[in-house]
């Protein structure tokens, strides 16, 4: 009795542990699956670290493209900003340059084409002065032309009675 009694004490612990171990190979086989899906996972996010990493290695290297495209362009522009100022600059010298000896040169040439009226008007006044002189001196030379002709024939007269 006692070793049966022993004997089954020892095959309900036999069943017990059997039970147990049972259950521990389930738990074995669940933790398994689970540490297989987190391999898994692990594995998927390793890939998408690695994915990120490229693309953000790709991004850095597009954003120091575009810095560098950045930093030219805002050179170019400081470049022709500082061109603009020149031509500005430039622009001004020439319509200051224009206004001081554009308009005394201006003023000199109208004082100049005053004169130069004041010439012509006097040019013209003497013209006109010697045409009435001019004038008077025709009719004065045909006067005398005419007197001429009258004492020429009073003098061919003259001959011709002295003659007779």
Do not use: P
């Amino acid at each position: 009795r006692r070793i049966t009694a022993e004997n089954a004490d020892l095959l309900r612990q036999l069943q017990e542990m059997e039970s147990d171990a049972n259950l521990l190979l389930k738990t074995k086989s669940a933790l398994v699956a689970a540490l297989d899906e987190q391999k898994s996972i692990a594995d998927n996010e390793s890939k998408e670290r690695v994915s990120l990493l490229a693309k953000y290695r790709n991004l850095e290297h597009e954003a120091d493209g575009l810095k560098e495209n950045f930093d030219e362009e805002v050179g170019s522009k400081e470049n022709l900003a500082r061109q603009l100022n020149k031509a500005l600059g430039d622009a001004d010298m020439w319509r200051q340059k224009y206004e001081i000896d554009g308009l005394a040169k201006a003023e000199e040439l109208e004082m100049s084409r005053l004169k130069l009226q004041a010439r012509l008007s006097e040019s013209q006044s003497t013209i006109e002065q010697l045409n009435a002189k001019l004038s008077q001196l025709e009719k004065s030379k045909a006067k005398v032309q005419g007197d001429l002709n009258d004492i020429s024939v009073q003098l061919d007269q003259a001959q011709i009675l002295n003659a007779a």
